[in-house]
């Protein structure tokens, strides 16, 4: 038995009414249908709104326990049909037409509407929607798609391009052709000014511009540096290793106070790479010439991690630079000298170090000949009996 018979037959007496009433009474017509949930099954006590739209006319229905509504008396006219779910609109049927005659069925099957949603959304993405479902659409739904599309096809374009802008960047700066990397990384700056990694990398292309020129051209490199890693730092605040690199250019641009703090803060980003930042941090302020800031972030390194042998060793050769000497030829370094060049031999006994390592240990115990005698004097004569 179908819905619509099922209905005339709960009405009864009601439908009788119906053939023996009025002639005005006669020019309406009725609705019917059934609600489905997600999961097939019957919805109940949710509204089905039914709004004319010839000629204003608001009416609405609830579903009964098994998912069913019925509304009769409804005048002869086109309609937009409405079901709401928990209070939001979970669908909509326009263009209904209610006529003389069985009530028209308008069923919900909210399962069906999903993977219908689903087939247009994918068939919007991949750009081949059906007529038939466009047929299916409202003019909204239809005008919403095209633009979706569109926007689909100029995003995947403008990915292309960026793509391209950051693999060309790579490749350059790879080959260490810094005017080159930093152009393509620009590009891909100006076509999506959120992507971190674009930034970071111009930051780092910028550095090495930095490093092939002198004077007023080389601050000015040094300066787009800067402001490149604070807009990564700024997209990507908790990536340890932005602010380790961030912290390295600043060194170079011996704004060393500054370095510090971003080193501090890689550090405190990821504790289990501290000493290796400031190790890093160390080198670089090395090979600059700071010595003592270097000791200072050398032994921050040993502080974060107490393994890291190479620290040991450069924090060592930082405390023999501050050796004395004293009046008979003794070499006195500083407290915990010794002790770093044996920490690193029990770290890394073989390492590269090693040797270098052995050696300053062996000239700490050393005696410096403070006098000199000629080997080739005579001795005292014996004296005469």
């Known amino acids: 038995m179908s819905i619509l018979m099922r209905f005339a037959r709960l009405a009864g007496i009601a439908v009788l009414a119906l053939f023996v009433s009025s002639v005005a009474f006669g020019q309406t017509g009725a609705l019917a249908g059934k609600v489905k949930g997600p999961d097939g099954t019957p919805l109940k006590d949710q509204w089905v709104k039914i709004e004319r739209t010839d000629i204003k006319g608001n009416y609405k229905v609830k579903t009964n326990r098994k998912g069913e509504y019925f509304h009769a008396g409804l005048p002869l006219g086109q309609y937009t049909v409405t079901l709401e779910v928990d209070g939001k609109v979970a669908d909509t049927i326009r263009g209904v037409r209610v006529g003389l005659g069985d009530p028209v069925e308008i069923n919900f099957d909210l399962a069906a509407m999903a993977q219908k949603q689903a087939a247009i959304q994918k068939a919007a993405e991949t750009g081949q929607l059906t007529q038939e479902m466009s047929r299916e659409m409202s003019a909204e739904q239809k005008a919403a798609i095209e633009k979706q599309m569109k926007e689909r096809s100029a995003a995947m374009a403008k990915n292309k391009a960026l793509n391209d802008a950051f693999t060309n960047g790579m490749t350059a700066m790879q080959a260490k052709q810094w005017d080159q990397a930093v152009d393509s990384f620009k590009k891909g700056a100006e076509m999506d000014p959120k992507q971190h990694v674009i930034w970071a990398n111009l930051a780092e292309s910028y550095m090495g511009q930095a490093a092939a020129k002198t004077g007023a051209e080389q601050q000015a490199a040094f300066d787009l540096a800067m402001d490149s890693y604070n807009k990564a730092i700024e997209l990507k605040p908790d990536d340890a290793a932005y602010h380790n690199n ?31 930042y400031y190790y890093n941090l160390g080198a670089v302020l090395t090979n600059l010439g700071q010595l003592e ?25 930082y405390l023999m630079s501050k050796a004395q000497t004293t009046a008979d030829g ?25 040797e270098s390592s052995k050696g300053m240990l062996q000239m700490m115990d050393a005696q410096l000949t403070t006098t000199f005698e000629n080997p080739d004097a005579k001795k005292g004569s014996k004296k005469k009996k």
């Open 246 to 276: 961030f912290a390295l250019a600043l060194v170079k641009a011996k704004k060393y106070k500054e370095a510090e703090e971003e080193l501090t803060k890689a550090a405190i980003l990821d504790p289990a790479k501290a000493g290796t």
């Open 293 to 317: 800031p270097a000791g200072v972030a050398f032994k921050k390194a040993i502080e974060a991690s107490p393994n890291h042998a190479d620290a040991h060793y450069q924090y060592g050769i």
């Open 330 to 354: 003794k070499v006195v370094p500083p407290p915990g000298t010794k002790e770093a060049f044996q920490k690193y031999l029990e770290l890394a006994p073989t390492g590269a170090s090693a």
